[in-house]
T-cell receptor, first 114, second 111 residues
């Protein structure tokens, strides 16, 4: 089955630590996205990448970093500079040129700072 | 059926009734809109979409209405079922650039 996989499902981080969230897709999609979701709120865009080796900041990029070395993978690092990292993180991918039905979301990673 | 004129964060619906979920979008230039359903602890699932050159589109038990004059989108669910309980989000995009999401409405279906 083609799909998008996020790991781990739950992640605990100590104050001051960097953590990396994994996102892998086997849909052959060109574009990939990272969203953050806080309780009772909509999704906010962190970073996105339209092609390999290229990515752009979204609306709330501060304290986050990404890389796109492979088409299948778009890992997100939550750095110690992120003031309030506890949230639900969602990765999505999309086939460029196809809008309808095109966005596929992963199941998310819930990050908690302890 | 249950309906709201403005966006509300929660909606309680009797099983079998029709539901109407409203969304105000932000960019008058947006050309494509999507409704998503999100169950607890999961990623959003596609429900239905509509382009800006349309004002209505129907799917299975769902209808999306678009009013560009007031930048308003609504999702109608016919004969609401317990499995429809979830958070519903509208999203907009311009030129397929990136998705921007609304705040979401939590729908609870009463038996």
């Amino acid at each position: 089955d083609g799909g998008i996989t996020q790991s781990p499902k739950y992640l605990f981080r100590k104050e001051g630590q960097n953590v990396t969230l994994s996102c892998e897709q086997n849909l052959n999609h060109d574009a990939m996205y990272w969203y953050r979701q806080d309780p009772g709120q909509g999704l906010r865009l962190i970073y996105y990448s339209q092609i390999v080796n290229d990515f752009q900041k979204g609306d709330i990029a501060e304290g986050y970093s990404v890389s796109r070395e492979k088409k299948e993978s778009f890992p997100l690092t939550v750095t110690s500079a992120q003031k309030n990292p506890t949230a639900f993180y969602l990765c999505a991918s999309k086939d460029r040129g196809r809008v309808s039905y095109g966005y596929t979301f992963g199941s998310g990673t819930r990050l908690t700072v302890v | 059926g249950e309906s709201v004129g403005l966006h509300l964060p929660t909606l309680s619906v009797q099983e079998g009734d029709n539901s109407i979920i409203n969304c105000a979008y932000s960019n008058s230039a947006s050309d494509y809109f999507i409704w998503y359903k999100q169950e607890s602890g999961k990623g959003p699932q596609f429900i239905i979409d509509i382009r800006s050159n349309m004002d209505k589109r129907q799917g299975q038990r769902v209808t999306v209405l678009l009013n560009k004059t007031v930048k308003h989108l609504s999702l109608q669910i016919a004969a609401t079922q317990p499995g429809d309980s979830a958070v519903y989000f509208c999203a907009e995009t311009l030129n397929d650039y990136k998705l921007s999401f609304g705040a979401g409405t939590t729908v609870t279906v009463r038996a």
